[in-house]
């Protein structure tokens, strides 16, 4: 089944903790990206990568890293946790001859203390 | 950055009206998309649209992609319970940053039976 998986899907930290959202998807594609959902705020994009090796900043990437050493995972690292990345994360990918077309994972939600 | 103006924020309607929204942007974009969350889940394409003026179906939705490449509005037709949740419209911005995928703020619709 072609899917996008994340986890944890659901974390609780204490500020300045180290922490690192795994994603994984297993339809080939090379397009990569990351979302956090707030209310009101709709989907910001954090990061994103078009391939292997190859990453660019979305919208709001302060305070997040990310990585893209394999085709298939695309990790969102938080290196020192703040309560204002307290937020619902969407991982998603697309085939980069169809960017937009996107698939998106089930979601993390993140707590922040 | 960029923006789009998603209308309206929220829809409360009767089973087996028709619904109408739209997105607005101040630049143009090369594709709009819309997009279905339904509650605690990830984004789900509904409709992708590539060319100015083109109008696309996908089972009782309807959408276009507006002559100006600035506009694109969405249609569902006879709701039904299960068209409940909220519906993002997004633009492909090709021009300066790549991959940039912006998304409206949504727009909540609700059912009753």
């Known amino acids: 089944e072609a899917q996008v998986t994340q986890n944890p899907r659901y974390l609780i930290t204490v500020t300045g903790k180290k922490l690192t959202v795994t994603c994984s998807q297993n339809m080939n594609h090379e397009y990569m990206s990351w979302y956090r959902q707030d209310p009101g705020l709709g989907l910001r994009q954090i990061y994103y990568s078009m391939n292997v090796e190859v990453t660019d900043k979305g919208d709001v990437p302060e305070g997040y890293k990310v990585s893209r050493k394999e085709k298939r995972n695309f990790p969102l690292i938080l290196e020192s946790p703040s309560p204002n990345q307290t937020s619902l994360y969407f991982c998603?990918?697309?085939?980069?001859?169809?960017?937009?077309?996107?698939?998106f994972g089930e979601g993390s939600r993140l707590t922040v203390l | 950055g960029q923006q789009l103006n998603q209308s309206p924020q929220s829809m409360f309607i009767q089973e087996g009206e028709d619904v109408s929204m739209n997105c607005t942007s101040s630049?143009?974009?090369?594709?709009w998309l819309w997009y279905k969350q339904d509650p605690g889940e990830g984004p789900v394409l509904l409709i992708a649209?590539?060319?100015?003026?083109e109008l696309t179906s996908n089972g009782r939705l309807t959408a276009q992609f507006g002559i100006t490449r600035k506009d694109s509005f969405l249609n569902i037709s006879a709701s039904i319970p299960s068209d409940v949740g909220i519906y993002f419209c997004?633009?492909?911005?090709?021009?300066?940053?790549?991959?940039?995928?912006?998304f409206g703020k949504g727009t909540k619709l609700s059912v009753k039976p």
């Open positions: 630049s143009i974009f090369n594709t």
């Open positions: 997004a633009g492909w911005d090709y021009g300066g940053s790549q991959g940039n995928l912006i």
């Open positions: 649209l590539y060319k100015a003026g």
């Open positions: 998603a990918s697309s085939l980069l001859s169809r960017t937009g077309e996107l698939f």
